[in-house]
């Protein structure tokens, strides 16, 4: 079992990636302290939507990623990027940098691109993750075809991420059970906790095959969160399967992030988002549609289908 | 799938059983609401540690059963009793009171005396659970053993209690199917969440076959808290299974609680007494010995196992 903390990645979209050195410098001592195996330092050339007018954890530079490798030469480090950010080209400034693993997002309509991504960082001989974003708007099938074909194309791990939170643990179990009739290679799991499930889903997962799971302090992460770090360990504490990492030090982590950061999200409407499947990136979209026509928001998610957000 | 409330009665644990008439009044408002099938009011006569000095949900009068029964009559009121602390001969008060259900807390030391009380109850005629707490602590099979006694004195349901929270989905899966071995009514199940599985626990239950499930509002109870009754009802709505519960009723329940009841509790005490599988009863025992030797409580918890608590 494999933990791969998000923190100062998935926990960016609450602050706009605005961390301070020092906040970074302090979370990444109680994931050294903790244990965990890979900590991903953010995204290179920015999220989805774009780096422009972000903060640093949403654009990682490269001698600042040297520096805390310096500082921490135990942490393995991350980072993820998005093909539409960085030209192929782009990836060769990666060369010899202390990164241990490069995740490649791939979504259905950028599939091809991604997979040259993949092709040419392994080249490069990064250890490379294709990660597949909003697993659940497609089939179990068609996705494990997908990773085969970025297996095959040189990836060391496949990732499926329940972007929209709205996965239960029978439909991971889905998932994961495909994916294994089509890759050799560890598959890792990305869970959101909309519904409260992102425990029960990691577990699902771990049990049916699945190598790697994130998670971060807290669950500080976009919409519902993340699986909260402390609370996986925990779990493995109880069923006797922890072998290395610290509860008491990833508690001290948490208790960090409660002290530092304390983003209000709102708590029934992204669980009504994981209830119906809608993207967290329509939030915006909907509540403006609903606000227009005055509407109550919640009332007409939940009594409704609002088309374009699944 | 049927739900039953105990925000009343598990919940009475952090406000030493205080509830204010138009607080409850409010509660049951939800309650009713939200459509939960049954509401458990309280306790008749105290919980297992005696009712002295305690507010009116851990003793339930019965001419204040009788008003909100007129007040809700929609609503199936529960009542839960410890045997230790009525005599059987004080069961008959409770004939043609409008008790829809009566639950009667087992332990392995008390089983002959909680068999003669559901009998007595029986043939009262009422609806009668047998309530094994602290399931953990008794095997399996020797629990089923006791239900199938209770079945053959008259229960109408069976329910083992994860008292100490400290259950995970595997071993749910486990008492559950022993339990079906043994019993053909209903079988029952109360979470805890100290470690943060009550929904997992309770998925688990019901998809082995358990048809009750306890929950309260904004999971308010004893330790580590319950399962909360709104994100049970989101898991059923995500997963197609929610045929009555509104669930945004629930949450305005929830709100409600959240605003009325702020009682902190120590996440991580009650996350390591779920690890650990200690009785919650033993919370001061356990942090008088390690204050009293200078132990870091917490430290000292996760890294010693301390006798008598389990």
């Avoid at 869970?191 to 049990?207: E, F, W």
């Avoid at 969160?225 to 504490?237: A, C, K, R, V």
């Amino acid at each position: 079992m494999i933990l791969l903390d998000v923190t100062l990645r998935d926990g960016g979209y609450l602050n706009q990636f605005n961390f301070k050195y020092d906040s970074i410098h302090e979370i990444l001592l109680h994931l050294e302290n903790t244990n965990v195996d890979y900590v991903e330092l953010g995204y290179y050339k920015g999220p989805a939507s774009g780096g422009e007018g972000l903060g640093v954890t949403a654009n990682i530079n490269l001698d600042v990623l040297e520096y805390f490798k310096e500082l921490f030469p135990k942490i393995k480090f991350v980072i993820m990027l998005h093909p539409k950010n960085v030209s192929i080209e782009e990836l060769e400034v990666l060369s010899n940098k202390p990164i241990d693993l490069i995740r490649v997002c791939i979504t259905e309509a950028s599939l091809d691109q991604g997979l040259e991504y993949v092709k040419r960082l392994k080249r490069m001989n990064h250890k490379v993750s294709a990660n597949f974003t909003r697993a659940t708007w497609i089939d179990p099938h068609i996705i494990a075809s997908y990773m085969k074909q970025a297996e095959n194309n040189g990836a060391d791990i496949v990732y499926f991420a329940d972007s929209n939170g709205s996965m239960y643990p029978d439909k991971v179990a889905e998932y994961v059970k495909t994916i294994l009739q089509y890759v050799n290679i560890p598959v890792g799991f990305h869970p959101h906790n909309n519904l409260n499930l992102a425990l029960a889903n990691s577990i699902t997962a771990i049990q049916h095959g699945a190598k790697y799971v994130d998670s971060s302090l807290n669950g500080l992460g976009k919409g519902g969160g993340n699986l909260e770090t402390e609370i996986f360990i925990s779990y493995l504490e109880r069923t006797n399967q922890n072998q290395k990492f610290d509860l008491l030090k990833a508690f001290e982590g948490k208790d960090y992030i409660i002290k530092e950061f304390s983003y209000s999200s709102d708590y029934l409407l992204n669980l009504l988002f994981g209830i119906k499947d809608y993207s967290m990136d329509y939030m915006k979209v909907v509540t403006k549609e609903c606000e227009s026509n005055n509407f109550s928001v919640k009332d007409y998610i939940y009594h409704n289908n609002i088309k374009g957000c699944s």
